[in-house]
C-alpha cells in the first residue's frame, strides 16, 4: 500500500480531517492530501510550517536532552494539527476541525505511523 493511500484513509476515517500527510524535518514535502473543508488553509505553507514545527520540537528535545519527539499537537481556533514520528526527522501529520474528537484523531496519527513503517 502506498504512502498516498494511507493518507487518504486516515483522511476518510476522521469526521473532521482537513488534510493528511507526511513532512520532514528538513523542510521537503513528501505527500500531503488535502480533504476540502478547509478552503481557507494554504495546505503547501502548512506542509511548510509543520515541517518547520516538528524541526524545532526536534531540535528544542535534543538541547535539552529528553530524547525524540514522538508526537506533537497544536491545537489554533480553526485547526488542531497532530504529528507521530515515523522515523527520525519524519512525521505523519493530520489536519482537523476543532470539534473533532482528539482521542480519534491521535489514534488515526498513530495508525498513520504504524502502517508507514511497515512500508518502508
Given at each position: ?7 487518504n484513509?486516515a ?30 488553509l ?11 514545527l ?60 504504524e502502517r ?5
Amino acid at each position: 500500500m502506498s504512502l498516498t493511500d494511507i493518507i487518504n484513509e486516515a483522511i476518510d476515517k476522521i469526521s473532521g480531517a482537513l488534510f493528511a500527510g507526511v513532512v520532514s524535518t528538513d523542510g521537503l514535502g513528501i505527500e500531503m492530501a488535502f480533504a476540502g473543508g478547509g478552503e481557507h488553509l494554504d495546505i503547501e505553507l502548512a506542509e511548510l510550517e509543520l515541517s518547520t514545527l516538528a524541526s524545532a520540537a526536534s531540535a528544542a528535545s535534543a538541547r535539552i536532552g529528553s530524547g525524540y519527539v514522538l508526537d506533537l499537537m497544536i491545537e489554533t481556533e480553526d485547526v488542531m494539527y497532530l504529528a507521530g514520528m515515523i522515523t527520525p526527522g519524519y512525521y505523519a501529520v493530520l489536519g482537523v476541525r476543532p470539534d473533532t474528537s482528539l482521542g480519534r484523531a491521535r489514534f488515526a496519527v498513530r495508525q498513520m505511523v504504524e502502517r508507514m513503517k511497515q512500508e518502508l
